[in-house]
């Protein structure tokens, strides 16, 4: 999943990479875009006005990974999701943020 997700945002400038969350996150401009877990769960970054919708799409649910829901992050559950939608979700909200 880390190749298809590199392939995505391959034509997206400020990609960077970093080790968190027991595996590895890509960040936009300084900012947590999406990852994939230790348990290789996709996790996106969706933002507060679109973290209900998120969550009503197929495979998705809160993200918990300190045990409690982290607001406007979710995991994305299977491999077989549209992998650019999510992606493409993610973005609309981290080019709202400042760099980093």
Request: proline share 3%; glycine share 8%; aromatic share 8%.
């Amino acid at each position: 999943m880390e190749e298809k997700i590199r392939a995505l945002l391959a034509s997206e400038n400020g990609i960077t990479e970093k080790k968190m969350f027991g595996g590895i996150c890509f960040l936009h401009r300084g900012n947590m875009l999406c990852g994939i877990d230790n348990k290789k769960k996709l996790m996106v970054r969706v933002g507060p006005k679109q973290y209900e919708a998120a969550l009503k799409m197929q495979h998705a649910h809160e993200m918990d990974f300190t045990g409690r829901p982290l607001k406007g992050m979710v995991y994305v559950a299977s491999e077989e999701v549209d992998l650019s939608k999510w992606i493409e979700m993610g973005l609309n909200f981290t080019r709202t943020l400042p760099k980093k």
